[in-house]
């Protein structure tokens, strides 16, 4: 974790001490520092500094940029100098002024929503780890392996519960990291998602019967372990929460907000934002069993592009569902199930390219974690939203090589023969079945595009994110 004492020290002295300085205010990203005398700042020595991305001069001030964890740098410096605390300033005081049509440029959207899903994800990385690890133990200690304890045993049950927790209420701790990343009251976030999982909520999705909010329809659909929903409802929800505070006359606040806040997200997440995701996944699902039929080889390229985004929205369920009774009656399938194989082998690529490559220790660390407990614990979520959905680039290269592999396993004829697990997710090659060596060369083209790329360009995490990580897991 960074030393933000020593850090703060560092900041007021090449700044020309605490008496060189008459104020220190902060907004999103800058540090600013009001200077009797702006000309003892150096510009050298305060670029020097590793935690501070660049210095600039602007309006009187002296402002550091310094990324996401300025407030924490603000209140120690504010400590080390005996400075007063002041209010943050608004971050758009620093934004530039976009013409409309560049605000809305694709890709600058698209820079935007991965920016919120690694904002809200970088936080809970410690779940990942532990359920992960404590997944692998019961496998390996278990009776699938050693049998050093049974089903039964004591120990068993309490490590698949803890297992089993962190997955099952992803979505709270995903609005929870949602709420902090978009400046929103966390407890409501924490409650819608409740909502979303309780037993109750699960029943009537179970139950299959008609569901009305206010009058509207309900989407039927189980959000246990699912985080983008969550990230985009709590994303809606810090604007209604801001306009009812703007709206909201002083002496009703603490009741007007909270209610009004949860009496307009209630049908928003569960009638539109919620299924959304589902929705615009289920048109993928649609084309994929289009090209099921119709396509062969390029339906294996866009499975292998695109499978993990599918896992991550529990889509593979629908999709898998509707093509089996076909795979079932010929005895083998040679489109889908050969290109989602592959991607078992490039997600162990990316994972080990990560583990050599990404920047910062803690990611790199994290590599590893998701490798093995991928390998040993046959959970791929922490690899999936840990490292795929936070990194562009990880994404880029594990969904190339997939439709590289995807692509092959057509172009040679390796179909899969065997639909029922095989154990451990670095056996699946075997269930090629009697194509296992046009199997094993798909899959070994796949891996190698994927390792190559993420060996040779990196990847995309930024330092602040760097911090972010550093901090969720040694907090």
Request: one cysteine or more; proline letters at 5%; hydrophobic letters at 50%.
């Amino acid at each position: 974790m960074a030393n933000y004492k020593k850090l703060a020290a560092t900041i007021i002295e090449k700044v020309g001490g605490k008496e060189n300085v008459s104020s220190v205010t902060h907004c999103m990203t800058r540090l600013r520092l009001v200077l009797k005398d702006e000309g003892l700042a150096s510009d050298d020595a305060l670029n020097a500094i590793p935690e501070i991305i660049s210095v600039v001069r602007a309006g009187g001030q002296v402002q550091l940029v310094i990324g996401t964890t300025v407030d924490k740098v603000y209140d120690a410096v504010c400590a080390e100098g005996g400075f007063e605390v002041q209010a943050a300033i608004d971050e758009n005081l620093d934004a530039p002024k976009l013409p409309w049509k560049e605000r809305f440029a694709p890709k600058r959207i698209g820079n935007l929503i991965l920016d919120a899903v690694s904002g809200c994800i970088s936080p809970i990385l410690p779940i990942f780890c532990i359920s992960g690890i404590f997944r692998m133990i019961t496998i390996l200690l278990g009776p699938e392996m050693a049998n050093l304890f049974s089903e039964e045993s004591d120990i068993y049950q309490l490590f698949n519960l803890v297992a089993d927790a962190g997955y099952y209420f992803l979505p709270i701790f995903g609005a929870y990291a949602a709420a902090k990343k978009f400046k929103t009251n966390a407890m409501y976030a924490i409650l819608t998602a409740a909502i979303m999982i309780h037993p109750t909520m699960l029943g009537i999705v179970e139950a299959g019967e008609p569901f009305t909010v206010y009058g509207i329809p309900m989407t039927l659909i189980n959000y246990t372990q699912a985080i983008l929903p969550l990230i985009l409802i709590v994303w809606v929800q810090s604007y209604v929460e801001r306009f009812l505070k703007r709206i909201c006359p002083d002496m009703l606040r603490v009741l007007v907000i909270p209610v009004g806040t949860m009496f307009v997200m209630l049908p928003l997440a569960l009638c539109v934002l919620g299924p959304s995701i589902s929705f615009l996944m289920g048109i993928v699902a649609n084309i994929i069993i289009w090209l099921g039929a119709n396509a062969g080889p390029v339906c294996g390229a866009v499975v292998g592009a695109t499978w993990n985004l599918i896992i991550a929205t529990g889509m593979h369920v629908p999709i898998l569902t509707a093509l089996m009774p076909s795979w079932l009656e010929i005895g083998y399938d040679a489109v889908c199930s050969p290109a989602n194989i592959v991607v078992v082998y490039t997600s162990f690529a990316i994972a080990v390219a990560y583990g050599l490559r990404a920047k910062g220790k803690v990611n790199r660390q994290f590599g590893w974690t998701c490798f093995v407990t991928y390998a040993f614990g046959r959970v791929s979520e922490p690899l999936i939203y840990g490292i795929l959905l936070r990194d562009k680039k990880a994404f880029a290269w594990s969904a190339i090589g997939g439709a590289v592999g995807g692509l092959a396993c057509g172009l040679i004829d390796a179909k899969v023969f065997i639909f029922s697990s095989v154990g451990f997710p670095w056996m699946n090659v075997l269930r090629y079945g009697e194509d296992i060596i046009p199997g094993i060369i798909a899959c070994a083209i796949g891996a190698g595009v994927t390792l190559a790329l993420g060996l040779i360009f990196g990847f995309e995490t930024r330092e602040s994110e760097e911090r972010e990580a550093e901090e969720a897991i040694e907090a």
